[in-house]
């Protein structure tokens, strides 16, 4: 019996060594394995998604416009949050990821980044992205975070704006992903730029969309950062409360891509998917992916043939 | 960032003072990871000890039994948890009924062939001291079967203190919040924090477990199985 | 608690939606089959050398299942993140290795106990006929005594396994959990139906693989078939 103990205790110590190796090397360049994992190894361009359906659509788009000009493409679909795809893409391990220029400035590049316009988001973007890395064309197409509340609690305490929200904030709770709680434009920011402090914060992950809905819709929360393209928002009338001190900045459809690995045909075409989308498509797009319960690739397959892009 | 940094990291996260306070602090999470766990055990074991103990007394059943339980093993906790919350909403039940479900076949497996595989000459000897049906199975076969229930129910436990880490992906608290948030933010000492606190308390399930049979299996027995 | 999938008019089950999907069903079933049975595989070839190692030097046999046993705690996710610097992240190539390598670790806490314990249930006799009859210790090991150790290991590989078709569901949520992949799709969507497809084709594999092996114990134990008759 004793020796099974000291059998675990030699073993506590041996794992413990392990678990911590392997988590060595997770700061980004340190990695002789990150240069190897790059996509254009084998001929193709590796286009992503983090792991939310919008995601997902949009890498189908990207995916299928690219095919349609003849670019061989592979998919790596529902890798995560871009705190852990971003560095992927850095290292070429991923050519091409639908993101929102807003958030990926204040996540990934430059977190004390004051830009608000789309104009000044792309140039900050130009000016701190490291060298391997570009975004291409913005599209008109815009996704938000925001701070929506149900219908009760707008009329409660007549909410219209963020800044409403300052004298009833520490009654409230608010749902949102994980990693909302950290970022700038989260909750970060509304405690800096509104003095908000929520009573609580109901962590899920960016996949968890629909169930942060339901907690909503039945008051379990009464607040959560929902993106403004997500269609229930419309069918259960929430309020997204405006946000005058634009914590959240412009957020449009923008491809990051992996300079090296995507050729002036692949630019072009996903150049072309930017210059049509609106965020009256994406919202069209969604409500048949996420109400419809139809393909992504369907859905993305569809919008393409409807904008003259789809081969 | 080496081995040594890396350890160091996690160290400094483990001993943060504000990681050992309020809502997001490690007692709290601990406390709730245990809470779902203990519960989740302990309902699994009201079902699955009396069911396997009878259906080993009586020999009937057990074909259905074992294949119910070998069947029920397939089941991933994970996509059993998501159709749960998917239909139902968020909550403790839906991650208590998950967190059961895995439980459950060792529990069950293990009681009934503990039952099922007591010597017949014990039975025997039972059944010549005057003893009847329930007698012989509680002051026979339990104590006999007593190793391998154990077994069972430390597989079981061990099952359910690792796997109780997904109930933060359906918003719910305990040590899993540290991990699947620590993946969102990229944030890695705190999964490694995470990781070893989960890895920790599977460890003090197992020794806890050696304390359990020292005081619960005879003597005469110890040395088998 | 509401029953809010029902009040949105979803139903449980579109079945129309599982014969839309037939082509990445067998896709996602065939990619999960590799992650959860590669491992098993590395696992055996693993635990069988530990195994003898941990007969033949008794005092190596605790610490091993301590390790064993220690690394089945960690928590699978956990693992999987871990290893996403070293073999990269998403599904195919060698992202792969960031669910296989976590998974054959987990495997061993199972197998080693099942090779040792059988090789051990090789009846001391036997091992000397072997001896006397000329066989060296090598041969002695291939030709006797793991033969006789195969019912006890394929035991412990039937758990293994039935354990790794389920597990591997959890590496959706780093975008590789073969047919795992459709619970965040469904869940995402607050549609069951890719869920509830998923999990029956993973309970389905689980089956089908436990009977492989079954089967796979008969052919390799024609002995202990004819003693039972």
């Known amino acids: ?311 | 960032m080496n081995l040594a940094d890396q350890i160091r990291a996690a160290w400094t996260w483990l001993t943060t003072s504000a990681h050992w306070s309020g809502g997001d602090g490690i007692p709290h999470r601990l406390l709730e990871h245990l809470q779902y766990s203990a519960l989740a055990l302990v309902i699994a074991a009201l079902i699955a000890l009396p069911l396997g103990a009878i259906v080993g007394h009586t020999g009937r059943g057990g074909f259905v039994v074992v294949t119910i339980a070998n069947f029920a093993r397939a089941i991933p906790t994970l996509g059993l948890l998501l159709i749960i919350v998917t239909v139902m909403s968020i909550g403790l039940t839906p991650v208590l009924i998950a967190l059961t479900a895995l439980a459950m076949p060792p529990i069950l497996v293990n009681t009934y062939e503990g039952i099922r595989g007591v010597d017949p000459d014990i039975k025997d000897a039972a059944r010549g001291m005057g003893m009847t049906g329930p007698g012989i199975l509680l002051k026979a076969e339990v104590p006999v079967a007593m190793p391998l229930v154990l077994l069972g129910l430390r597989t079981a436990a061990i099952q359910v203190v690792a796997t109780a880490t997904i109930a933060a992906e359906v918003g719910i608290g305990g040590l899993g919040r540290y991990i699947i948030d620590g993946l969102a933010r990229k944030d890695y000492p705190s999964v490694v924090g995470g990781s070893v606190l989960v890895l920790l308390l599977a460890v003090a399930v197992q020794v806890a477990f050696v304390g359990i049979r020292r005081a619960v299996v005879s003597r005469g027995l110890r040395n088998q199985a | ?229």
């Open chain 1, 1 to 311: 019996m004793i020796r099974i103990v000291r059998g675990a205790a030699v073993g506590v110590a041996v794992a413990l060594a392990l678990t911590a190796c392997g988590s060595s090397g997770d700061k980004s360049g340190g990695n002789p394995l990150d240069q190897k994992s790059s996509g254009g190894g084998s001929g193709g361009v590796v286009v992503g998604s983090a792991n939310f359906p919008e995601s997902q659509l949009l890498g189908e788009v990207y995916a299928q416009a690219l095919e349609a000009k003849g670019v061989k493409v592979t998919k790596k679909f529902n890798i995560g949050s871009r705190e852990v795809y971003y560095d992927q893409v850095k290292s070429g391990g991923i050519t091409v990821m639908p993101e929102y220029n807003g958030a990926l400035l204040t996540t990934s590049v430059d977190k004390t980044s004051k830009a608000v316009t789309t104009d000044e988001v792309n140039a900050a973007l130009k000016a701190k992205l490291p060298a391997s890395l570009e975004v291409l064309d913005s599209s008109k197409a815009e996704d938000k975070d925001s701070v929506t509340v149900n219908s009760q609690t707008a009329a409660k305490y007549h909410l219209k704006s963020i800044a409403d929200l300052k004298p009833v904030a520490g009654q409230l709770t608010i749902g949102g992903p994980s990693e909302f709680k950290t970022r700038e434009q989260g909750l970060v920011g509304l405690e800096s730029k509104y003095g908000l402090k929520f009573k609580k914060f109901q962590p899920f992950d960016a996949n968890a969309q629909t169930t942060l809905v339901k907690l909503l819709k039945s008051d379990s929360i009464q607040a959560a950062d929902l993106f403004t393209t997500d269609p229930t928002i419309a069918a259960n009338k929430f309020v997204v409360l405006e946000d005058p001190q634009n914590v959240f900045s412009a957020q449009n459809v923008t491809p990051l891509v992996y300079k090296s690995g995507l050729n002036d045909t692949g630019v072009a075409a996903l150049n072309a998917v930017s210059a049509k989308l609106t965020t009256a498509d994406l919202l069209a797009m969604m409500t048949k992916v996420v109400g419809d319960k139809q393909d992504a690739s369907t859905v993305a397959k569809d919008w393409l043939k409807q904008a003259g892009l789809g081969g």
């Open chain 3, 1 to 229: 608690m509401n029953v809010i999938a029902a009040a949105d008019g979803e139903p449980l089950i579109r079945w129309d939606w599982i014969g839309d999907h037939t082509g990445q069903l067998a896709d996602l079933t065939v990619h999960h089959l590799k992650l959860a049975l590669l491992p098993i595989l590395f696992g055996l070839v693993l635990a069988i050398p530990l195994g003898v190692m941990c007969v033949r030097w008794r005092w190596l046999y605790p610490p091993t299942l301590g390790v064993a046993n220690v690394l089945y705690g960690v928590p699978s996710l956990a693992f999987f993140m871990l290893l996403i610097p070293y073999f990269g992240i998403g599904s195919g190539g060698k992202a792969d290795f960031t669910i296989i390598v976590p998974m054959t670790l987990f495997s061993l806490s199972v197998l080693v106990p099942n090779v040792v314990d059988g090789l051990r249930s090789v009846p001391d006799p036997v091992r000397q006929a072997a001896t006397a009859m000329g066989f060296g210790t090598l041969r002695r090991l291939i030709q006797v005594e793991l033969p006789i150790a195969v019912p006890v290991v394929i035991a412990g590989a039937r758990v293994a396994t039935v354990a790794s078709i389920s597990l591997v569901s959890v590496g959706m949520l780093i975008g590789n959990g073969g047919l795992g992949q459709l619970f965040i799709d469904g869940y995402a969507r607050d549609f069951t139906t890719p869920i509830i497809v998923s999990c029956v084709l993973i309970i389905a594999l689980a089956l089908v693989s436990d009977g492989v092996l079954v089967a796979a114990q008969r052919l390799l134990t024609p002995w202990a078939r004819r003693r039972t008759r």
